[in-house]
């Protein structure tokens, strides 16, 4: 009986230091975890208010430049100054259009209003109780600040002056975002990845809660501490609870004009998010130990492996997660420095590129939906990035062809809905299957694109190499970049035609109209800063009897040709060549005196004569030459643009009188 009341002892002892070493297991397991955890969330409230700060800095940016660009358009000044209403409707939907804005306010020099791009039918009143247009119209300078618009309207907005030719102030113009708009909080929580409350005053106007968020706050008590805190200029940092949930939080002040707190932001995770599973594996496993001690063991080892794992998971999801927003950022910052005037290629490749390998895909495209000259829909593949794996295995078609009528197709349906489709190609209906055969991959990730409601294309990834499986988290951080990339691809058309107007469709130089523009601008800046400008007028000599010997078709080729060895001659950023008409040639050299002009004058009819061009009917060479005259001097307010061409005009007239093949030079008068 002693022996076996020391074995009972012994084994009631083995099992107490089981059970206490697997408790102090998984109580240290619960502590570590807690830390952890917390650590990480803390983390990303960090970086969330990081992420939302970008936003909103990207914003402001955006208005800034939308307004100083729109400000100095000479159409749209041209527009607002014979107060071509249409016109000016037609050039600032394209800034309201591309998802940017939500607003826009034109006024002339008196602050009174001319129109409301978000709301044309209501254009009346006066807007110079706004500080930000007041302070435009006063200081003559460019203002991006947080304001309160028509109706208190807590908003993001740049304003900046329009000034014409004569360099007085004829109106203002203002783009910007409502903050009481919960498609922006939105964008603000996926960029950030946390809850995001917009507050006016003690008034929550948008929130990614669920609940209302000023009850957030607690109690008056508790919103007298954060607004001490938001006065001092710090930020509140704390765990804010509502309905029994600890919230982590993050809460600063947005600024308005004179530095006054108008509003705050708060950035929030709840505590408890992500815990609530293995909260309950530890109860699991805590009860199962006290029952049986061995069953407490196995439970206590598989519960601390699949802890780990679940936490290892849960981590590097989130660093996924955190890489991908990062390419998204970088690829963002990439785009909105393209220039209207740029090629847009390279930078739209460099943008996939970033996108493409945070997704570890082999391919990235953005295709666009067309109609063929057979009425066939067509996906056409506007740009493209290929991994250096895929680059020598592997080459994405130029077009995919839609087989009979799309809009009774299951994947055509989705898309219409705004439905991603992505996966294992092996595994998807028979009908996606032939959409997407000609791509040779094995996975793939379509997300639909909508501009202005309509159905504008598609942006896809896929790997040739493996199947992988595509998350709706990742697909929500992707939208908002193929959206801006779609914009920015109509943008580009729509600006590269608008452009045209300034180009010769013979020779692609500037023509007749982009020299009258911009000779006025020239004389109009030029003469105040007293600035030097050269202008030379070209003539190709002998051109009629050129096209009675070799045909107008070899003298159009001929006039190709002349304009480059023109181009090419003048090499200044600032300087240009147009066609002036028929075979006559202008070229402009702004702060360049007489010696540099003529300089290019002689490197002009050295070029023409290493071209040898024939030109057998010449009375003056076997090949082609050109007279020129040539005028410089420092611009004053009593010169004008025929003044130069006028004095350009003579000299040229008298090197064709001296001979032809050379140039004449005339001081400005």
Known sequence: ??????????????????????????????????????????????????????????????????????????AFIEALENEDFDTIISISTIAMNNGLFDFGLITDAKGNILLRTHDVDNSEGNALNTPQIALVIDGGVVDTSITR???????????????????????????????????????????????????????????????PALSFLGSDYKENIIRTVLNRGEVFKGNLNFMNIDVLSQIYPLHGENEEIVGMILIGIPENAGRSEIFGFVLQGLIVTIIVFVIAILISIYISGDIEKKFNSMLSDMSHSDRLLESVNKASAILLEIDETDDIRAPM??????????????????????????????????????????????????????????????????????EYIGGVIADMPDSYRELLKSLSTKSIMMIPLFLENQFWGMFSMDNISKEIVFTDDEVTILRSISLMMANIVRR??????????????????????????????????????????????????????YNDTYGHGAGDECLIKVAEVLSNSVMRVDDFV??????????????????????VAEKMLE????????????????????????TSGVVTQFHTPDSFVQRADEMLYKSKADGRNRYTFGDIT
């Not at 006025?520 to 007028?537: E, F, K, N």
């Not at 040639?585 to 003529?598: H, K």
């Open 349 to 418: 490749i460099a943008g996939m590129e970033h996108i493409g390998k945070a997704m570890s895909v082999d391919h990235v495209h953005l295709w666009q939906i067309r109609t063929d000259d057979n009425e066939e829909t067509q996906f056409v593949r506007e740009y493209s990035w290929v991994s250096d794996y895929a680059k020598n295995r592997s080459k994405a078609p130029k077009y995919i062809n839609t087989p009979g009528d799309t809009s009774k197709l299951e994947w055509m349906e989705k898309f219409q809905q705004g």
């Open 492 to 545: 580009h058309a729509l600006q590269s035609e608008n452009l045209k107007v300034y180009f010769d469709a013979l020779t692609g130089i500037h023509n007749r109209r982009y020299f009258d523009k911009t000779m006025r601008r020239l004389i109009s800046s030029l003469s105040r800063a007293g600035g030097t400008l050269s202008l030379m007028m070209i003539d190709v000599d002998y051109f009629k009897k």
């Open 578 to 599: 147009a066609r002036y008409g028929g075979e006559e040639f202008v070229a402009v050299m702004p702060n360049t005196d007489e010696t540099g002009a003529l300089a």
């Open 149 to 211: 618009g028509e109706g208190e309207t807590l908003r993001i907005s740049a304003c900046a002056p329009i000034i014409d030719d004569e360099n007085n102030l004829i109106g203002t113009i203002t783009f910007g975002r409502n903050l009481d708009n919960r498609t922006l909080v939105y964008t603000l929580k996926e960029s950030s990845g946390c809850e995001v409350t917009i507050f006016d005053g003690s008034d929550n106007i948008a929130s990614t809660l669920s609940f």
């Open 607 to 630: 070029n023409i004569r290493e071209a040898c061009i024939d030109h057998k009917a010449s009375d003056v060479e076997k090949f082609v030459t050109f007279s020129i005259g040539l």
């Open 1 to 74: 009986m002693k022996k076996k009341a020391i074995k009972l002892k012994i084994l009631i002892s083995m099992i107490s230091i089981t059970l206490l070493c697997g408790i102090s297991v998984l109580v240290s397991s619960i502590i570590a975890y807690n830390n952890k955890v917390t650590s990480v969330i803390y983390e990303r409230i960090e970086s969330g208010r990081d992420s939302v700060n970008h936003v909103i800095l990207r914003i402001k940016d955006n208005s800034r430049v939308a307004v100083t660009d729109f400000a100095k358009r000479p």
